[in-house]
């Protein structure tokens, strides 16, 4: 049976020019906690870099612009611990108990299995996914446009709902349509 994680709609809330990189790295923690504690305390930030294809400085400057979210942290602490020739960090990610705004996603999203060569462009188009997921109609996959066009989406409008720009929208979602 696969596991799944739980992810907030409110993740569409994230602010900021790196939105749908933060959006991932966000899940790929949340993919990892004790559900019992809602901490995760065993994810490290090499590991991240490696699973989502990031570099470590973007890594370490994802984490500490995340964990500003209130609707996401509780808190994180950091502890950092260097290791024989690697750099390893060991933060300790206090998540937001549940509630129920909330969707689901198979921790198998984060195989490396989309056909993008960039894996900067390979991780924004899951941000992208992820994002639309949390304005779908709860536990579909749909998403139903408040003003639709006659051929088509409406782009300039699920572009306000998700808070990035009409271009960014057009990009990755060409990127995710092509990658299949």
Do not use: W
């Amino acid at each position: 049976m696969e596991q799944y994680t739980t992810v907030t709609r409110r993740i569409n809330e994230i602010t900021g020019n790196n939105k749908l990189i933060d959006a991932v790295v966000y899940t790929y923690i949340k993919s990892r906690i004790n559900y019992r504690t809602y901490i995760a305390d065993t994810v490290t930030e090499y590991e991240m870099s490696y699973h989502l294809g990031l570099s470590i400085d973007t890594i370490e400057n994802v984490v500490p612009r995340i964990s500003k979210h209130p609707f996401l942290f509780d808190k994180v602490e950091q502890d950092e611990e260097k290791n024989i020739g690697s750099y390893k960090t060991y933060n300790r990610y206090y998540l937001v108990k549940g509630n129920d705004n909330f969707f689901f996603i198979y921790n198998s999203f984060f195989n490396d299995d989309m056909n993008i060569a960039n894996s900067v462009d390979r991780c924004k188009v899951k941000g992208l996914l992820l994002l639309i997921k949390s304005v779908c109609i709860k536990e579909t996959n749909k998403y139903v446009s408040d003003k639709p066009r006659k051929n088509g989406l409406n782009k300039s409008e699920l572009a306000r709902k998700l808070g990035i720009d009409t271009d960014t929208l057009t990009k990755y979602l060409a990127l995710a349509i092509g990658a299949g």
